[in-house]
């Protein structure tokens, strides 16, 4: 039997390039991390895709979905919920493969207590002044959602002591030259690969 793969957490403040750090990523050479693609509620944006960048569900479907303990995760967030379907993560790294979750802060200590093995990477933006611009340039929603989007950026920024490791996001490149950095040494924790050495050994 193969070694469970490693659930690979990455959060941060919004408006901070999660999503284009984690394609960035996904696209680069030698990524073999499998995406936990997230339910939300949202209204889909033009250019996204049902099932690739998200399974877009009525908020009826969705609460459904908590109520049978079918999410690992999900938050409320801006008026709609962000969740991550639990059976898909469990199946894949059952098979030794490497999960990765993209989502919000709160989401992401929710993972922490159910899976506190994961590895948690926060992603910071280089500077505030930065990330305002980022969060109000998006040009995909009205004021009170910018207004709201900024106001949890303050929040969320607080909560990175709780995570393993800070990447600046300064260039996307460097990210995500970063973050396989993390991935390789988390693999080389003695936790991580004691049991298939005991097991070895016994055969020694
Ligand atoms: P957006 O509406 O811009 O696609 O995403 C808003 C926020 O929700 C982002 O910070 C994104 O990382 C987060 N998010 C996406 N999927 C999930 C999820 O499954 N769970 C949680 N908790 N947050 C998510």
Redesign the pocket.
């Known amino acids: 039997m193969s070694e469970r793969g490693l659930l690979i957490v990455l ?1 941060g403040p ?1 408006g901070v390039g ?2 284009t750090v984690r394609k960035a990523l996904f696209e680069s050479e030698g990524s073999s991390y499998e995406y936990s693609i ?3 509620t ?1 209204q889909m944006r033009t250019g996204e895709v049902e099932g690739v960048d ?1 399974f877009f569900r009525s908020k009826e479907e969705f609460e459904g979905l908590i109520d049978s303990g079918k999410m690992l ?3 409320e ?1 801006v008026n709609n919920y ?3 379907p639990l059976d898909y993560v469990n199946q894949t790294l059952d098979e030794g493969k490497d999960v990765f ?4 802060v ?3 200590m929710k993972v922490k207590e159910k899976m506190p093995d994961g590895v948690f990477i926060f992603l910071t933006p280089p500077d505030f002044t930065e990330l305002k611009s980022r969060i109000v340039n998006r040009g995909t929603d009205d004021m009170s959602v910018i207004e709201e989007r900024m106001k949890v950026a303050r929040a969320e920024i607080e909560m990175m002591s709780h995570y393993d490791y800070a990447v600046v996001n300064d260039e996307v490149p460097l990210a995500v030259e970063r973050i396989q950095k993390i991935i390789a040494s988390e693999h080389c924790r003695v936790m991580r690969v004691i049991d298939t050495y005991e097991k070895m050994l016994k055969e020694f």
Do not use: D, H, P
């Open positions: 959060s919004s999660k999503g997230s339910m939300t949202r998200y995760e999900y938050a967030y962000y969740g991550t979750l993209e989502i919000e709160q989401g992401a």
